[in-house]
């Protein structure tokens, strides 16, 4: 029941977070509040709507279509999204571009804006927090890592252990 409440809490203050910024308040083609996935071709409902609360994949959450997106808590074994906004739960995250918290073995995302947490942390574009074995990310990020191997372009030094940042 803790941890339910703890990842409650994260949700909605991910989404408050959030909830100035232009992307959020864009007019969606239509929303649901859940969404079933199973596979890539077996998605219960809704297919093509912006997913506002949970977005439930099982074994996989995928999303590589560049109209739909996701407002809030995504959960899968594997999530693979084009764009998120929120909190992602998974062994693997893989997203075009996310914003608010990313937590799995692999973080894999073009840019990101927020917190990471996983064994391999990567990201091409990044404002962020990340913590992992290892934290990668290059193109003028800003951040702090922590993490047994880090790199960033731009950070303190190109490469430095246990931590290593850029402003």
């Keep these: 029941m803790r941890r339910v409440l703890i990842l409650s809490f994260v949700f909605f203050i991910s989404l408050a977070a959030f909830a100035g910024t232009k992307e959020y308040k864009r007019k ?5 509040p859940v969404r079933l996935c199973f596979t890539e071709d077996a998605i219960a409902f809704p297919e093509n709507a912006d997913i506002y609360g ?89 951040g702090i890592q922590i993490g047994v191997f880090n790199f960033m372009d731009k950070g303190f030094l190109p490469f430095f252990p246990l931590i290593n940042f850029s402003l």
């Design 54 to 142: 949970i977005n439930l994949g099982i074994p996989a959450s995928y999303n590589s279509k560049k109209i739909q997106k996701i407002y809030g808590l995504d959960i899968g074994i594997v999530s693979i999204e084009s764009k998120a906004t929120g909190v992602q739960l998974g062994l693997t995250n893989w997203s075009n571009g996310s914003r608010g918290v990313q937590i799995a073995c692999a973080n894999i995302v073009k840019e990101v804006t927020g917190l990471q947490i996983g064994i391999a942390n990567v990201a091409k574009k990044s404002c962020v927090f990340q913590i992992g074995a290892l934290n990668f990310s290059r193109r003028n990020s800003t």
């Design 28 to 32: 969606p083609r239509g929303w649901s």
